[in-house]
């Protein structure tokens, strides 16, 4: 199995701040790397897909990078909406795996 | 619209079993990849299974193999979880989600479902 490993495990940052969160995979995996958030209580939310693009009506403030096994998602300017759970997952094969996730806490 | 809509989830006693159901509107079910994810309390994201759309393909993670099974419905548009020889550590919410089958992500979730093993 693919492990995937996330850091930092945790972040605590303020309104209008740039933050970077990273994710490495155990093995390469390409391109096949998403990120999601998740809000307590709520289903996971695609936010990016194949490592760098952006779904369809999340704000452009996110943005993502990387392929093989080193990735990162960046937030340009948090807003109070973003203060959540952030979990990158591999796809490139089965089992999926997630990484442990990043809870970003406002400072 | 898109919705995934699980149900089936509750209190049961370990060794004990459950049917989980997600109902989907809304995409060309029987075209998709369909997962179970499930997530503990205060913990993160575990994959449980995925099924092919026409059902002939499944694959489950180790914690479940040989007391889980996935299955459909594609007359029906319902994806099934059911859940044999229940442990407390399958505690979780458990969520549906479809697969995007060129990129390979979950674009679609259902709301979760809450299962809790205990005595």
């Known amino acids: 199995d693919i492990q995937m490993t996330q850091s930092p495990s945790s972040l605590s940052a303020s309104v209008g701040d740039r933050v970077t969160i990273t994710c490495r995979a155990s093995?390469?995996?390409?391109?096949?790397l998403n990120w999601y958030q998740q809000k307590p209580g709520k289903a996971p939310k695609l936010l990016i897909y194949?490592?760098?693009s952006l779904q369809s009506g999340v704000p452009s403030r996110f943005s993502a990078g990387g392929s093989g096994t080193d990735f990162t998602l960046t937030i340009s300017s948090l807003q109070p909406e973003d203060f959540a759970t952030y979990y990158c997952?591999?796809?490139?094969?089965?089992?999926?795996?997630f990484g442990q996730g990043t809870t970003l806490e406002i400072k | 619209e898109v919705q995934l809509v699980e149900s089936g989830g509750g209190l049961v006693q370990p060794g004990g079993s459950l049917r989980l159901s997600c109902a989907a509107s809304?995409?060309?079910?029987?075209?998709?990849?369909m997962h179970w994810v499930r997530q503990a309390p205060g913990k993160g994201m575990v994959w449980v299974s995925r099924?092919?759309?026409?059902?002939?393909?499944?694959n489950y993670g180790d914690s479940v193999k040989g007391r889980f099974t996935i299955s459909r419905d594609n007359a029906k548009n319902t994806l099934y979880l059911q859940m044999n020889t229940l442990r407390a550590e399958d505690t979780a919410v458990y969520y549906c989600?479809?697969?995007?089958?060129?990129?390979?992500?979950?674009?679609?979730w259902g709301q979760g479902t809450l299962v809790t093993v205990s005595s």
């Open positions: 989600a479809r697969e995007n089958s060129t990129s390979r992500f979950y674009d679609y």
């Open positions: 809304g995409f060309t079910f029987s075209s998709s990849w």
């Open positions: 099924i092919y759309g026409d059902g002939t393909t499944t």
């Open positions: 093995q390469s995996i390409g391109t096949y």
């Open positions: 194949a490592a760098f």
């Open positions: 997952q591999q796809s490139y094969s089965t089992p999926r795996t």
